[in-house]
C-alpha cells in the first residue's frame, strides 16, 4: 500500500469507529432505557478516547508530513493539507487537558439540567467560569497570540474571523429590528389541533422522503430535542411531537436539509476532508434554506398542502392554505431560542454572540450574564425575562463547552438566502417547480454547489461559486424586509 | 490500583466496548437503514477485533498468571481463574485464523441466505465443507487430543461431556416417540386474528413488564427473527407480528426469559465471571421456563386470559380459556423448527446434533447432508421434506460457524422442567399465585437459584445446589409424557 492509500486506510478507520459514536449518541436520544445512561457515558467517552488517539498518534503525524512534501494530485494534495491542518491543532492540547475538559463538561451538564430546572444561576455560575477558563487555556494553545473568542469561533467555523462574523451580525441587527417592530401576531391555534402521532408520523416521513432522503440510507424518529446524526451511508433525523403537529413538521424538513448534506457527500470520500461538511454554518444553511425558504414558502404548500388536510382530516377542515401560511409565519417576540420564529430568532442569537464575545473578553463577569441577558432581550427582542430558566440558562450549549457556537445559527440563515436567491437566478421556475410537488431541481442545485464539494473549498470560495459573491448579510436582510413586511 | 483491581478495570474496559457490539448488532436487526450494511460490517469488525485484541494481549496473560499465585478471596480467585480458562482458550487461535474465520463467515452467510432462496444446496456445500475444516482446526488447537465435536460443544456449553449430551438427548428421543405418536393436533385458527400491531405491542410488553422486565433496563421491538441481546444494564428483546398474535406472544414470553437472567446477574460484577452467564443451556433454560412451563401453562392464563380478550377486542370473542390452552399447545409435526411445536421440537434439535456428530466425525459427507437429513425427518418427526430450503438450509447456525450450538436448545428445555419441578416443590402454591397475576415468587427462586451466581458454580453444581441433582432427561420427558397425553 503506498503512503496516500496508507493515510486515506488510517482515516476511514478512524471515521468507522468514530460513526459508532453517532449511533450510539442516536439510541440515547431515541431508545435507550433510561437507566443505562451511565454505561452509555462509558461506551461514548471509550470511542471517542480511541477514536482521538488515533487520530493525534504520532505515526499519522510521520504519514501526513512525508505526504505534505510528496508528489500528488491535486485532491491528495487537499486531503494531506486538511487533515495535517485537522492533525495539528487536535496535537496542540495535551491529553490530560483533554481529559479534564471532558470530566468537567459532563459534570456541567448535569449541575446545568438541575439549575436550570429550579432556576438557580448562582449554582451553575463557578461550572460556567471553569468551562469559560478551560476553553480560553485551549483557545491559547491552539491560536497562540489570538484574541481566544476568535478561536473559539473557528472550532464551528474555521474561515470566518471574528470581525466579519461581528459586522455581519451587527447588520442583521440593524437590519431587522425596524421589521420586527411591525410585525404581525398571526392566529396559530390551528397549528396544535391534536392529530394523532402516528398519522403525523407518516406524514414527517413522506415528506422528508418527498425532500429526497433515500430510504435505503435515512430514517425518522421521536426524540426529545429534534437532531439530525450520521454518515453518507446512514444519516437519521428526529422531530417532535409535543409542539404542535407544526413544530413536527418544521423540525422534519430543517433537520431533512441537514441529512441531505450528509447524503450528499461522496461516499468515496467517507473519512476523508473531501467527503466532510465543510463548516456548521455551511451545514445550517442547508437546514434553513429547506426550513425557512422552501418549508414556509407558499409555492411548497399548494401542492403539499390539499395533501396534508387529507392526511390530517378531520382535523384541519376550516384551515385553508392562506391561512395555514399565515399562522406558520407568525411572528411573535419570545423568551425561547428554539421556539423563536423566523424573524426573531436572529435576535436570540446575536444577543448570545455579542454576550460571549463580552464574557470571554473579562468585559462581563460569570455573575453579570443574567442581568445583561435581561437588558438585551429587553432592548433585543422587547421582551421581559421573568426568571433565568427561560433566560440566560435555556440553552444546553455552555455546559456542554461549546461558546463560540451560535453564530453558526445565524450565519447559515444568512447564507440559506442568499442560497436560495442564487438557485432562482439559475432555475428560474424554482418555485413553479414546487408547486408541481418537485423539489428535485434545488436538491441537484445544492447537491452540485455544496454538498459534493466536502471540504474542497474554503467557505468564502465555496459561497462565492455558488452565489457569485462572498458572504454577506444583503439577500438575509432583504428577504426577511419584504417577507415580513408583506405579511404584516 | 492493585493487581486484582487492574483486572476487573481491564475486563470491565472490555465489556464495555463488547457492549458497544450489542447496540449496533441490536440496532442491524431492528432499525438501520438497510443501504448501511456494509458500514455496520466494518465497524462491528472492529470493535470485535479491538476487544478481542485487548483481552488476549500479553500484560493480561501475565497479569492473570501473577494474580493465580497471589493470595486472594475466593470470589477474587474464581475470577482469575475462569478469567485465565477464558485467556488461554483465546489465545490458542492465532489472530490470522481469526480473521480467516471471520471472513469465511462472513461469505458463507450470503452464499447461504442465496442457497435457502434458490433452494440449491450444491451452492452451500463447499463453503459448509471449509467452515467445518475451519472449526475443526480451531479445535485441535483449542483441545489437542479431544474429539473435535466434543470441543465445538464446549464453544456453547463448556461443563456437559459429549457422551453425555448423547445420552441425554437418545433418551429424550426415545421417551418422547410413543408421545408424539399419540399427540393431538388441535384448532389453531382463532391464534392468527388480524389484531392490530400497535395493540399487540403494548399487550406484549405488558406481558414482559408483568414478568419482571424493568422499564429502566429493557425495551421491547420488532425484528424478523425474535432475540434478546444486551446487559444487566440495558437488556432488549424483539418480537414479530407476522406469525400470529400468539406466535408474538410466545416470542415475547421467551425472550423476556432470557433477558431476566442478563438483568438478574450483578451489576458489581459487570465484565467479569461472575457477572455473566453460565452457559447457553442454562440461558435457554431460562427462556424455556417462561415459555413453557408458565407461558403455555393454565395458571398463568387464568389470570392474563380476560385481559387479553379485553385488549384484543372484538378479535377473540369467541375464543374460551379452555380453547385458547389447547390452541397453543397444538402438536403438529412440521418441517420447521423455529416453529415446530413443544413436543415435536426436540427432535428437530436432536436430529442436527446427531447428524453433526456424524458430519464432523466425517461419517456423513457435506453431499451426503439432505439426504441424511431427509430421512431422519421422517424417521424422528414422520414429516416429508419437500426442498432443502424447508430442510437442511433452513438454519442460519452453520453458515454463522457455530457447529455445535443446537444441543443447547433441548439441555436447556430439559433443565427447565427439572428447574420448574424444583420450584414448585419450593413454592407449593407457585401455579396459585400464576393465577392471582404473580410470577414475582417464580423469578425470585430463579434469581436466588440460578441468575446471581453468574459463573460462580459449573453447571452440574448449579443444577445441583438449585434441584437436588444432576441434569437429566427424567423430569422433562415426564413432564412432556403427562402434559401431551392429558390434552390428546
Not at 488517539?53 to 499519522?60: C, G
Not at 461516499?267 to 467527503?275: A, D, I, M, R, S
Request: glycine content about 6%.
Amino acid at each position: 500500500m503506498n503512503d496516500y492509500d496508507l493515510l486515506v486506510s488510517k482515516l476511514k478507520k478512524i471515521s468507522v469507529l468514530g460513526s459508532v459514536n453517532g449511533i450510539l449518541g442516536w439510541d440515547h436520544q431515541v431508545y435507550m432505557p433510561k437507566g443505562s445512561s451511565e454505561l452509555r457515558a462509558e461506551q461514548q467517552a471509550m470511542i471517542a478516547g480511541m477514536t482521538h488517539e488515533m487520530f493525534v498518534a504520532d505515526d499519522m503525524g510521520k504519514l501526513l508530513k512525508k505526504l505534505s512534501k510528496a508528489s500528488l494530485s491535486e485532491d491528495q494534495r487537499l486531503v494531506v493539507e486538511e487533515t495535517l491542518e485537522d492533525w495539528e491543532k487536535a496535537r496542540c492540547v495535551p491529553t490530560e487537558l483533554v481529559h479534564k475538559y471532558e470530566e468537567v463538561t459532563s459534570k456541567a451538564f448535569i449541575v446545568w439540567e438541575k439549575a436550570r430546572a429550579k432556576n438557580d444561576f448562582k449554582s451553575f455560575a463557578p461550572v460556567l467560569q471553569e468551562i469559560i477558563n478551560l476553553n480560553v487555556k485551549i483557545a491559547e494553545l491552539q491560536y497562540p497570540g489570538m484574541e481566544p473568542y476568535e478561536a473559539m469561533l473557528k472550532g464551528y467555523d474555521r474561515d470566518l474571523p471574528l470581525k466579519k462574523i461581528a459586522s455581519l451580525l451587527a447588520e442583521v441587527r440593524a437590519g431587522i429590528k425596524p421589521v420586527i417592530a411591525k410585525a404581525k401576531k398571526q392566529d396559530t391555534k390551528a397549528l396544535f389541533a391534536p392529530v394523532s402521532e402516528a398519522v403525523q408520523h407518516d406524514f414527517n416521513l413522506k415528506i422528508a422522503r418527498d425532500m429526497g432522503l433515500n430510504q435505503d440510507l435515512s430514517r425518522l424518529d421521536v426524540s426529545t430535542h429534534p437532531f439530525t446524526t450520521g454518515t453518507m451511508l446512514d444519516t437519521r433525523i428526529t422531530t417532535r411531537f409535543d409542539h404542535g403537529w407544526w413544530g413536527a413538521i418544521s423540525a422534519t424538513i430543517h433537520e431533512s436539509g441537514h441529512a441531505l448534506y450528509e447524503l450528499g457527500l461522496k461516499k468515496e470520500h467517507f473519512g476523508n476532508p473531501l467527503g466532510s461538511a465543510v463548516s456548521l454554518s455551511v451545514h445550517e444553511s442547508q437546514s434553513r434554506i429547506w426550513e425557512n425558504h422552501v418549508g414556509k414558502g407558499l409555492a411548497f404548500w399548494k401542492h403539499q398542502f390539499p395533501l396534508l388536510k387529507k392526511a390530517y382530516a378531520p382535523h384541519l377542515k376550516d384551515l385553508t392554505l392562506e391561512k395555514f401560511h399565515k399562522a406558520i409565519n407568525n411572528v411573535e417576540p419570545s423568551l425561547i431560542r428554539v421556539e423563536a420564529d423566523e424573524l426573531t430568532y436572529p435576535m436570540h442569537v446575536i444577543l448570545r454572540f455579542e454576550l460571549e464575545k463580552d464574557m470571554i473578553s473579562g468585559k462581563v463577569k460569570v455573575n453579570e450574564i443574567p442581568a445583561v441577558w435581561n437588558q438585551k432581550m429587553k432592548d433585543m427582542i422587547g421582551v421581559d425575562v421573568p426568571d433565568n430558566a427561560r433566560g440566560c440558562l435555556q440553552d444546553v450549549h455552555w455546559s456542554g463547552g461549546s461558546i463560540g457556537y451560535f453564530p453558526t445559527y445565524v450565519v447559515g440563515s444568512m447564507l440559506s438566502a442568499q442560497l436560495y436567491n442564487s438557485a432562482k437566478r439559475k432555475i428560474p421556475n424554482l418555485e413553479q417547480q414546487f408547486e408541481q410537488g418537485n423539489t428535485a431541481g434545488l436538491l441537484q442545485w445544492l447537491r452540485t454547489n455544496i454538498h459534493q464539494h466536502g471540504r474542497r473549498y474554503k467557505k468564502q470560495e465555496l459561497v462565492k461559486k455558488a452565489t457569485g459573491k462572498e458572504i454577506g448579510s444583503d439577500d438575509y436582510i432583504k428577504y426577511l424586509t419584504e417577507k415580513f413586511t408583506r405579511l404584516a
